[in-house]
């Protein structure tokens, strides 16, 4: 409450005007119009005021309590946000104290979070003050609750952001008592209740609890075990950054599998997401994260592209993209302006346990529905559609190819499904096919138009749809689970037994050099057999799968993560 003082002219009945305090009013100003009206020495009233008299008039504001479950006085960290410019900002530098009526709480309440900030954010505001036994974050009103398993912890970190502003995110946020005592989490929000709990015990094992070495890194090593969809940097980046900041990311192949390198801000963010995410499935029954810590401490980031992103400079050029070694997965892939939904995500999966949407957002049109491929950049004078049909069968059920007459490097390609248009886009754009980089898009058509009866197409169209050599078209094939990016390695099955290696790899070698050979110990009618290149291995995928080798016995041909 502070006071301010109005003259009254010529008497009681005219309107008041306001004027500075005369110099024999003994009124201790130790700010300019920031005086405490318990400190003020005020003028005599007697009667009705008369000329040049100063009558008080107090003027106060009830601020409201930004804990918003209690309507009790609250305590800040010494000053509050700036809403106005210029000379208003003077009214707003007030220094409110501490209201010892509730006393202090185990509970503590902070606000004007970042919108970005996270569980793990918070507790790692409360890790130097205490062992903290539970978190509430409330992200649509900015604002979270960290309760400390003993008081004093908790009335050290009010007492310390009092003098010291306390940041998050590089954003300064407010730190008070709460009136609450405790707090009691609503069962039905699993989603908060696990991610506030994997935080909490990222921080007990940083702070001392049952530790390995493992949990005081913030590089985590992903591995995507039984690769369906699409994966990709930004993917990756809306999971993980659910439990911390992401400082940097870096995708690459090996051993035929796809991995990740991602380096969290902290200790307890990395920890956190490792625990809540280790064995979850992004999407249902496929894509499986296995997450282990890196040895690395630092990435070395060089570009900004979809194999490697530094989030922390977004100035880094984008390199050359012939240079990249890791699969094609991201920004590449999914930069249209579109959002769409990506299929069904598992129910005990990444997306339930982050709380976000129930299925995750890609920017992708084809995503929505549309199984149509755009390929382009191919040898018009050796592509077919059976090639095509050959080739891209690998990642899903081919129904129609169309090349195009007036243009024959390109072709329309039509999947059954639009996640196996994702996944051909994923393995095969810009792959080596007959010595040519292919480029495989979504086209804008839904569908490939056969044509019509009697119209001359010169064979550059075919329906595929009732084809008997579709790998896909048995729900839960092992097919499913063996879809790899092209290889030197190709896997042979449907091997009669009369069939001997130098007769396989003769056949082989018409379409590039066979550097070895093996028949499966425990079953002699499968093989692998390594080409010289990838775009040896993919020629000669095309040319021999299907290839008979008996009057019943066609052989299959896919590629393979396996070495010889």
């Given at each position: 409450?502070?006071?301010?003082?109005?003259?009254?002219?010529?008497?009681?009945?005219?309107?008041?005007?306001?004027?500075?305090?005369?110099?024999?009013a003994?009124?201790?100003?130790?700010?300019?119009?920031?005086?405490?009206?318990t400190?003020a020495?005020?003028?005599?009233?007697?009667?009705?005021?008369?000329?040049?008299?100063?009558?008080?008039?107090?003027?106060?504001?009830?601020?409201?309590?930004d804990d918003?479950?209690?309507?009790?006085?609250?305590?800040?960290?010494?000053?509050?946000?700036?809403?106005?410019?210029?000379?208003?900002?003077?009214?707003?530098?007030?220094?409110?104290?501490?209201?010892?009526?509730?006393?202090?709480?185990?509970?503590?309440?902070?606000?004007?979070l970042?919108?970005?900030?996270?569980?793990?954010?918070?507790?790692?505001?409360?890790?130097?003050?205490?062992?903290?036994?539970?978190?509430?974050?409330?992200?649509?009103?900015?604002?979270?609750?960290l309760?400390?398993?003993?008081?004093?912890?908790?009335?050290?970190?009010?007492?310390?952001?009092?003098?010291?502003?306390?940041?998050?995110?590089?954003?300064?946020?407010?730190?008070?008592?709460?009136?609450?005592?405790?707090?009691?989490?609503?069962?039905?929000?699993?989603?908060?209740?696990?991610?506030?709990q994997?935080?909490?015990?990222?921080?007990s094992?940083?702070?001392?609890?049952p530790?390995?070495?493992g949990q005081?890194?913030?590089?985590?090593?992903?591995?995507?075990?039984?690769?369906v969809?699409?994966?990709?940097?930004?993917?990756?980046?809306?999971?993980?950054?659910?439990?911390?900041?992401?400082?940097?990311?870096?995708?690459?192949?090996k051993?035929?599998?796809?991995?990740?390198?991602?380096?969290?801000?902290?200790?307890?963010?990395?920890?956190?997401?490792?625990?809540?995410?280790?064995?979850?499935?992004?999407?249902?029954?496929?894509?499986?994260?296995?997450?282990?810590?890196?040895?690395?401490?630092?990435?070395?980031?060089?570009y900004?592209?979809?194999?490697?992103?530094?989030?922390?400079?977004?100035?880094?050029?984008?390199?050359?993209?012939?240079?990249?070694?890791?699969?094609?997965?991201?920004?590449?892939?999914?930069?249209?302006?579109?959002?769409?939904?990506?299929?069904?995500?598992?129910?005990?999966g990444?997306?339930?346990?982050?709380g976000?949407?129930?299925?995750?957002?890609?920017?992708?049109?084809?995503?929505?529905?549309?199984?149509?491929?755009?390929?382009?950049?191919?040898?018009?004078?050796?592509?077919?559609?059976?090639?095509?049909?050959?080739?891209?069968?690998?990642?899903?059920?081919?129904?129609?190819?169309?090349?195009?007459?007036?243009?024959?490097?390109?072709?329309?390609?039509?999947?059954?499904?639009?996640?196996?248009?994702?996944?051909?886009?994923?393995?095969?754009?810009?792959?080596?096919?007959?010595?040519?980089?292919?480029?495989?898009?979504?086209?804008?058509?839904?569908?490939?138009?056969?044509?019509?009866?009697?119209?001359?197409?010169?064979?550059?169209?075919?329906?595929?749809?009732?084809s008997?050599?579709?790998?896909?078209?048995?729900?839960?094939?092992?097919?499913?689970?063996?879809?790899?990016?092209?290889?030197?390695?190709?896997?042979?099955?449907?091997?009669?037994?009369?069939?001997?290696?130098?007769?396989?790899?003769?056949?082989?070698?018409?379409?590039?050099?066979?550097?070895?050979?093996?028949?499966?110990p425990?079953?002699?009618?499968?093989?692998?057999?390594?080409?010289?290149?990838?775009?040896?291995?993919?020629?000669?995928?095309?040319a021999?799968?299907?290839?008979?080798?008996?009057?019943?016995?066609h052989?299959?041909?896919?590629?393979?993560?396996?070495?010889?």
């Amino acid at each position: 409450m502070y006071v301010c003082y109005y003259t009254y002219p010529g008497g009681s009945h005219h309107t008041p005007t306001l004027t500075a305090a005369p110099q024999a009013a003994t009124i201790p100003v130790t700010e300019p119009l920031l005086v405490p009206a318990t400190q003020a020495t005020l003028p005599p009233q007697t009667g009705i005021p008369t000329l040049g008299s100063h009558i008080p008039i107090t003027v106060c504001r009830k601020r409201p309590s930004d804990d918003l479950m209690s309507q009790s006085p609250m305590v800040t960290n010494g000053t509050s946000p700036p809403h106005l410019s210029g000379s208003d900002n003077d009214a707003k530098k007030v220094k409110l104290e501490q209201n010892s009526a509730n006393g202090p709480s185990r509970v503590v309440h902070i606000r004007s979070l970042p919108p970005d900030c996270t569980e793990a954010d918070v507790v790692q505001l409360g890790m130097p003050y205490g062992k903290m036994s539970n978190v509430l974050l409330l992200k649509q009103k900015n604002q979270a609750f960290l309760e400390f398993l003993d008081e004093q912890a908790a009335v050290t970190m009010v007492s310390f952001h009092q003098q010291n502003p306390a940041q998050i995110r590089m954003k300064p946020v407010y730190v008070q008592f709460s009136n609450h005592k405790e707090l009691k989490t609503d069962q039905a929000n699993s989603f908060q209740n696990a991610t506030a709990q994997a935080a909490l015990q990222a921080a007990s094992a940083v702070m001392g609890g049952p530790t390995e070495e493992g949990q005081k890194r913030t590089t985590l090593r992903i591995i995507v075990e039984h690769l369906v969809y699409p994966v990709g940097i930004e993917v990756l980046y809306q999971i993980f950054s659910k439990f911390g900041k992401v400082l940097k990311m870096i995708i690459f192949t090996k051993n035929n599998s796809f991995q990740a390198l991602i380096q969290m801000s902290d200790p307890v963010a990395a920890n956190a997401a490792k625990l809540s995410l280790d064995g979850q499935n992004i999407y249902n029954g496929c894509c499986t994260l296995r997450i282990d810590y890196s040895k690395l401490n630092n990435l070395n980031v060089k570009y900004n592209n979809d194999k490697s992103r530094d989030f922390t400079n977004p100035n880094l050029p984008s390199g050359d993209p012939g240079l990249d070694q890791a699969m094609p997965f991201g920004a590449n892939n999914f930069s249209g302006n579109n959002s769409a939904q990506v299929p069904q995500m598992s129910s005990y999966g990444v997306p339930s346990a982050l709380g976000a949407a129930r299925m995750m957002t890609l920017n992708a049109a084809a995503a929505a529905g549309n199984a149509v491929l755009l390929v382009s950049n191919l040898d018009e004078q050796k592509v077919t559609p059976d090639a095509l049909f050959t080739l891209f069968g690998v990642y899903g059920d081919v129904h129609r190819v169309k090349i195009l007459f007036n243009k024959k490097d390109n072709a329309l390609v039509q999947m059954a499904e639009p996640h196996q248009a994702q996944l051909a886009i994923a393995h095969l754009d810009k792959v080596k096919v007959w010595g040519k980089n292919i480029r495989v898009t979504q086209s804008k058509h839904t569908l490939v138009q056969m044509p019509k009866e009697g119209q001359p197409d010169a064979g550059l169209t075919k329906d595929f749809t009732t084809s008997p050599l579709h790998r896909f078209k048995r729900p839960g094939s092992k097919n499913c689970q063996n879809i790899f990016p092209p290889s030197t390695v190709l896997h042979l099955s449907n091997i009669p037994p009369n069939v001997e290696e130098d007769f396989i790899t003769d056949a082989f070698s018409q379409h590039g050099q066979v550097k070895a050979f093996k028949f499966f110990p425990k079953d002699r009618k499968m093989a692998l057999i390594q080409m010289g290149s990838v775009d040896e291995a993919v020629t000669a995928l095309i040319a021999m799968h299907n290839y008979p080798l008996s009057d019943t016995n066609h052989l299959r041909v896919s590629f393979s993560k396996s070495t010889i």
